[in-house]
């Protein structure tokens, strides 16, 4: 799915996507509700779910022919999404993007009408997060291609709200580029897509939509998807200054707002760590910016609240400049994932690299290729990864094939199988500490954020302190890692 920090549209809320989408798009109707025909879809809507609950193939016939009846009725079509989530709940990948792509395909051939635009752009979020669990992204590779040349030609220009849905495709194939190794492409294509934003707002047209749209591309550009690895470092900045001077121009915009907050905190807690003292002057600065719009703003509070509890975490950390070049400290275990047991006195005389992490951390994710790559290259030259995390009442759901946060209490014993799931299912061989509660590990390695790495020589001292994601960390972490296993010396 597309992402700004959350995916929009998951498989356990599309049908409330089908009523917004009927509801609420461009040209339906702010009035929808009194509309005549708004009670035949509801009827539509309800006989086709009973029907799938009885014969799901049954139900896609039905649909079908509804739609033959009555071909230019988006009403009909959009509830193919009914029918997809269905097929996507059964594990049925195929059948489900097939459903989307017709969807996708009643709004390709009504291009010339710009508001189809964003039942594409939904449309494709849908087909991504299906892709994302089957692990084939071919459709919805082509899915992209056709959309972006379909309404390549909208009026953007005059019509702003059309270049969130245009960035958010463009940003999509870019990241897709990546992944098929035409990163040098794909860098130009985000780069000429973010002049074209830079441009328009810097004009005298520029708006509050035009300047939430390039905030939130950058947030995309700046998001944990490891088809952001060439460009992520260096929008970094760029987001930071266009989310401040986009809420100079529009203090009172809600969205802006959110968008600010969640920035903040990424450059609190992941994106900025090697300066802790510049790190407590941003929390500050931004706190009591925030504690303003938090008196009205309920997302601004919640991400208060955790800019706070990581300013409680900070000051009861070491500062990295007392860890590194010293013993590391001991280890706190309450128990070991991935491996029967390990004592860590095994681990003597080998480099070893402790990765603080959580399941519920994007950017942690986006650094397990990288985790996977180096235990390959340096296993067999005396080098050892070993995760670190804590409980957090997580739950893993066999049919999504995720990990989540329970409402009701989970035993460690269960906490420990979902992990076990969780670092199976992304292909994650090391072993893994869980640390007792209120360990003090994490203080005493200097975590202020995650994900956090600490890398410690053959003499168990600690020559490397990294906290964040990205290709440049990546980059210094393997460079240290092969100094310390000797290879400078060949």
Known sequence: MLRFRNRFVLPAALVGFVIYLCCTLPGIGLLRAQDPGLDAFRMLHAELRERMDDDLQGAVEFLDSKIAENPDSEDHHVLRHSLASRFSDQQDDQKAIAQFRKLLDFYLKRADQSKNLFGAWMTIQSMRE???????????????EDALKAFGDAPAESNFELLLPLSQLTVL?????VDAGETEAAEELVEMQINRLRGINESADADEVSMTTYVRTLRELTGDERGNDPWRDGYIEKLDQAVEVALENYPQSTALQNDFAEVQLMMITTWKQEDPAATQERIEKVSKRLARFAIKNRSVQATLRRIELHRERMAAAKPVASLVGKPA????????VNVIELDPETLKGKVVLLDFWAMWCGPCIATFPHLREWREEFADRGFEIVGVTQYYNFRWDEETK??????EDVTPEEERRTLARFLEHH???????????GSKMPGEFAVRGIPHVVLIDRQGIVQLVKTGAGQAT????????SKLLGDDEK
């Not at 071919?138 to 992209?144: C, K």
């Not at 400290?329 to 070991?336: G, K, L, R, S």
């Not at 995720?402 to 409402?407: E, L, V, Y």
């Not at 990546?474 to 890692?481: E, G, M, N």
């Open 427 to 437: 292909d994650l061989e090391h072993p893994v500490l869980v640390t007792p509660e």
């Open 474 to 481: 990546a980059d210094a972490i393997h460079s240290k890692i």
């Open 130 to 144: 299906v892709a994302d669990q089957s692990g084939n992204d071919e459709a919805l590779r082509s899915a992209v």
């Open 402 to 407: 995720r990990a989540s946060r329970a409402s």
């Open 329 to 336: 400290p001991d280890w706190e275990i309450d128990a070991w």
């Open 173 to 177: 194939k870019a990241q897709m580029m």
